[in-house]
């Protein structure tokens, strides 16, 4: 399995809901990330997972929370967003210090 | 903070011409990685550049890195419809941390 799935592939949500993105790989990297993409935007690194120790990205809001259940689970828990959180969310993984794997993206509008 | 630049940040160019991407990274870095995201897509790795020096070729696309000069540059020979996409750099610090370039968005025009 060479691929990265995330789940759902399309979220609408309100700003009072919770909700979470999932990511899964069976690449056995052990390097995993979150990134959040704005139209016509570079992706910006959000968090990262090595050897499931997070690396947090002191800019991120605390309304994201992330989860690294094991070596090839990856979540995003999602709370109380605002509009402008509305993005693309893409996952990634790696071997430790090599290209990553990037999955489809969970495409994100908050209401 | 690292800084990544790309220039240019749009290109329109003809099929069949050749030109050039650059990528400007701020501070030490040997490794440079090029995606590819196509519009309303995923980013697609096109090549990882490790060491100074280094050279990588797929297809129409070329990619070379300059570590001393902080500079990657992916060139394009005889551009196809194809091509068409958004390009970006990417650069690894410690702790896999990666910075993404601004993006050059390409139009290969028929």
């Known amino acids: 399995d060479t691929e990265v799935t995330q789940t759902p592939k399309h979220l609408v949500m309100g700003m009072t809901n919770k909700k979470s993105l999932k990511c899964e790989q069976h690449?056995?990297?052990?390097?995993m990330y979150w990134y959040k993409q704005k139209a016509k935007k570079p992706p910006e690194l959000m968090f990262v997972?090595?050897?499931?120790?997070?690396?947090i990205n002191e800019s991120v809001p605390s309304r994201f929370s992330p989860e690294c259940p094991n070596s090839s689970l990856l979540n995003l828990h999602l709370h109380a967003l605002q509009p402008e959180d509305s993005a693309l969310y893409l996952c990634?993984?790696?071997?430790?210090?090599?290209?990553?794997?990037f999955g489809p993206g969970t495409r994100l509008t908050v209401l | 903070e690292l800084k990544v630049e790309q220039n240019p940040l749009f290109l329109s160019m003809q099929e069949g011409k050749n030109y050039t991407i650059y990528c400007n990274y701020s501070?030490?870095?040997?490794?440079l990685y090029w995606y590819r995201q196509d519009p309303g897509k995923s980013l697609e790795s096109l090549f990882v550049?490790?060491?100074?020096?280094a050279v990588k070729q797929e297809g129409r696309l070329m990619a070379s890195l300059d570590t001393k000069a902080r500079l990657s540059t992916l060139h394009i020979t005889a551009a196809v419809h194809d091509l068409s996409a958004t390009y970006f750099c990417?650069?690894?610090?410690?702790?896999?941390?990666?910075?993404f370039g601004t993006g050059t968005s390409l139009t290969v025009i028929p």
């Open positions: 990634a993984s790696s071997l430790v210090g090599n290209e990553q794997f």
């Open positions: 690449m056995g990297h052990r390097a």
């Open positions: 997972y090595s050897y499931e120790k997070l690396s």
């Open positions: 501070t030490t870095s040997d490794r």
């Open positions: 550049l490790l060491s100074n020096g």
């Open positions: 990417a650069v690894e610090r410690t702790g896999n941390q990666f910075y």
